[in-house]
């Protein structure tokens, strides 16, 4: 059974797949990154999306912005990004 996620966090999750393919070498755009997938997190949650949830929290797992630094996950965060 498919999931009925509400509209305004699609288009959230959508910003955010367009968000980290500029955040890779961006550590402010990381951050920004990092602080909406965290949101929308919580967000689903409270909707009850708890498989988005669950995909959500792998990438924040994963997610650990550097001051300075490239991104060294950033091919398989931007991979999980891209089954959103």
């Not at 996620?5 to 393919?21: F, G, Q, S, T, Y």
Request: hydrophobic fraction near 40%.
């Amino acid at each position: 059974m498919a999931e009925n996620i509400p509209d305004d966090i699609k288009k959230d999750l959508a910003e955010a797949c367009a968000l980290h393919r500029r955040a890779v070498s961006d550590y402010d755009k990381c951050l920004e990154f990092n602080k909406k997938m965290s949101n929308l997190l919580a967000r689903l949650e409270d909707a009850r999306c708890w498989r988005t949830a669950d995909r959500v929290m792998t990438v924040l797992l994963g997610c650990n912005p550097k001051e300075g630094a490239h991104c060294d996950k950033a091919t398989v965060i931007g991979e999980k990004m891209k089954k959103f």
